[in-house]
């Protein structure tokens, strides 16, 4: 690990439950659609470009430590690079989202599906993290992200974005041996994927279960839990590893007990309800609401506030709940980040 | 109230916490997609001209007493007949759902909105609860529904379905005075709708919160609770009320206090917990996963008496933890009902 080396290093001190001087802050999708400047780069080049051109990729992933000021930089990609590495085509369909044109219906789809070298095969993402890296010149740390199992299989089985992936979970609740067998070769390919970005230079891996929220509790345990306790088991001995699952307030001890470093919330659990939950020791990242930041300034700032005495300064990462908006104006952003900064008890 | 007169009053009986045979049972839009019968009307008949014929709304009414054997029929129609009999215009368009085609964005807009008597301005809506009466002949009782004000207020903010309704939250967050407005009028104009259905013939009322889960725990009791107990409180002299906010297991108590007769749960809390919460003199509704009726039909039946059993047989309702999928096979959801009227301990 080179984070000894790093400038900034709250963020790492605080995931490994030191005691800090204030709360670390990061944004999900910090580089994002409410930057002007990465609008630039969106109209002038298409998604997966953006994603597979090392210079875009750091260009874009930097852009918020200079202008927002957050204290860890996260690599921009896509989790749907995992399905195209395995040879499940994925487009980027402007104004509609990721679209696989032949999702994943059935045992023989499945047992087609390839695992290869991450080093290889993702080898446009461990360039970026290289090529990253050097940007950064050890300011902030970087994280690298996957989607957990359970949401990459929405995508694969489903073909698109949907509000209840009710296709992909019939999926499951109709063919269990293909669907678990699908799980485990994601899983394969996520843990090799996310040890070579390790290897490459990220500091940090988040694991997002977009929608783990989907699941009954009990469903949770059979289709997403038990992957996301082999990537953290997997990770955990080389970087700290966050998991996060959307609307999966029911899993934050079970998160803790499979290894995580620390564990993203959302905004439908409160903090003082979340901190109850999991106790003194557990570190938590989260979790204002995305748009609570169209509140005006004076209010985002009392809210930050609230939020930090909430879950309490110490083993706490301040973020939202889920990514940034397209529609939020920077200076806001930066009021949230800064009120994270000038934050005192 | 006819309840007296209504041959199979199990439902009612369950509402009001008599101890009954075993649990009645339901399906939130049971008079759905996934029946053949239904997609014959949609493709001869636009929406809301559906809603709107008094013989078509009975018809499509009925149809899952005859055809799948439930213990309720609920009226077909739509949550949107209120902002449209505010004056604000709701296009269905086929594939895309709902659209608002002037959306509410400032106070002047709010002030604009009509807040007419609903006997006459949805006179349709009555004239159906009549046919369908008619129809029903005492067989079984007949729920009247409506949205939230929260509900209506995401879709005549935000214009359009959304999976996060930012726009809708940002309005209330920035124009806090104008959505309370907006709130208060959507609650003034839905008391006296809900009261005209209860006139016309509805023998239980349920209020659905279908986007309650978007907000935080505190917001949600600044947003939408206020105004659910309004309706709560106004209707409750009359029939008996549920309560449904899909993704707020939070507010369960919340909900029992503004003083439904019955809250809906979805599958997202499990059925020993939502028991939990709410102690032993509640009644509970819900919470099967719809997707799960994608299930070989051995499961669904060991499943529904898991459930039953979770939530224990007396004051409570059998139901899906929201609206049944177009996916589903007719015999697969024959055979949750019929899982439920087969239940022993």
């Given at each position: 690990?080179?984070?000894s080396?790093?400038?900034?290093?709250?963020?790492?001190?605080?995931?490994?439950?030191?005691?800090?001087?204030?709360?670390?802050?990061?944004?999900?999708?910090?580089?994002?659609?409410?930057?002007?400047?990465?609008?630039?780069?969106?109209e002038?080049y298409?998604?997966?470009?953006?994603?597979?051109?090392?210079?875009?990729?750091?260009?874009?992933?930097?852009?918020?430590?200079?202008?927002?000021?957050?204290?860890?930089?996260?690599?921009?990609?896509?989790?749907?690079?995992i399905?195209?590495?395995?040879?499940?085509?994925?487009?980027?369909?402007?104004?509609?989202?990721?679209?696989?044109?032949?999702p994943?219906?059935?045992?023989?789809?499945?047992?087609?599906?390839?695992?290869?070298?991450?080093?290889?095969?993702?080898?446009?993402?461990?360039?970026?993290?290289?090529?990253?890296?050097?940007?950064?010149?050890?300011?902030?740390?970087?994280?690298?992200?996957?989607?957990?199992?359970?949401?990459?299989?929405?995508?694969?089985?489903?073909?698109?974005?949907s509000?209840?992936?009710?296709?992909?979970?019939?999926?499951?609740?109709?063919?269990?041996?293909?669907?678990?067998?699908?799980?485990?070769?994601?899983?394969?390919?996520?843990?090799?994927y996310?040890?070579?970005?390790?290897?490459?230079?990220?500091?940090?891996i988040?694991?997002?279960?977009?929608?783990?929220?989907?699941?009954?509790?009990?469903?949770?345990?059979?289709?997403?839990?038990?992957?996301?306790?082999?990537?953290?088991?997997?990770?955990?001995?080389?970087?700290?590893?966050?998991?996060?699952?959307?609307?999966?307030?029911?899993?934050l001890?079970?998160?803790?007990?499979?290894?995580?470093?620390?564990?993203?919330?959302?905004?439908?659990?409160?903090?003082?309800?979340?901190?109850?939950?999991?106790?003194?020791?557990?570190?938590?990242?989260?979790?204002?609401?995305?748009?609570?930041?169209?509140?005006?300034?004076?209010?985002?700032?009392?809210?930050?506030?609230?939020?930090?005495?909430?879950?309490?300064?110490?083993?706490?990462?301040?973020?939202?709940?889920?990514?940034?908006?397209?529609?939020?104006?920077?200076?806001?952003?930066?009021?949230?980040?800064?009120?994270?900064?000038?934050?005192?008890?």
């Amino acid at each position: 690990m080179s984070s000894s080396k790093i400038k900034n290093d709250l963020f790492l001190r605080a995931l490994q439950g030191e005691t800090v001087e204030r709360p670390p802050v990061w944004m999900m999708r910090q580089a994002g659609r409410y930057l002007p400047d990465f609008m630039k780069l969106k109209e002038k080049y298409p998604f997966f470009e953006r994603v597979q051109n090392p210079e875009l990729a750091t260009e874009i992933t930097v852009m918020p430590i200079d202008q927002v000021g957050v204290d860890t930089a996260i690599l921009f990609s896509d989790i749907l690079v995992i399905p195209q590495a395995m040879n499940c085509e994925v487009e980027m369909v402007p104004g509609r989202g990721p679209v696989i044109p032949n999702p994943i219906r059935s045992l023989s789809d499945v047992e087609k599906l390839i695992t290869p070298p991450a080093e290889e095969s993702l080898d446009y993402v461990m360039n970026a993290i290289v090529h990253t890296k050097d940007a950064l010149a050890n300011r902030v740390p970087l994280i690298g992200f996957a989607g957990s199992p359970w949401t990459i299989l929405c995508y694969m089985v489903e073909g698109h974005g949907s509000k209840d992936f009710s296709t992909a979970k019939g999926f499951c609740f109709s063919q269990p041996k293909a669907a678990h067998l699908l799980l485990q070769k994601i899983t394969d390919m996520t843990i090799d994927y996310l040890k070579a970005k390790v290897k490459a230079g990220c500091d940090v891996i988040q694991v997002f279960d977009s929608w783990g929220g989907l699941l009954s509790p009990e469903d949770y345990n059979t289709w997403s839990l038990p992957y996301m306790r082999q990537i953290a088991q997997a990770i955990k001995p080389h970087v700290p590893v966050i998991l996060f699952g959307k609307g999966c307030w029911y899993a934050l001890n079970d998160f803790s007990e499979a290894g995580a470093s620390a564990i993203g919330v959302d905004w439908t659990l409160s903090p003082e309800k979340a901190r109850g939950i999991v106790g003194p020791d557990v570190v938590l990242q989260g979790n204002f609401d995305p748009s609570k930041l169209l509140s005006p300034i004076p209010v985002i700032e009392a809210e930050v506030k609230k939020m930090i005495d909430g879950f309490g300064p110490q083993r706490y990462i301040a973020n939202l709940g889920h990514g940034i908006l397209p529609n939020i104006p920077v200076d806001h952003a930066k009021a949230f980040v800064n009120a994270v900064k000038q934050y005192s008890a």
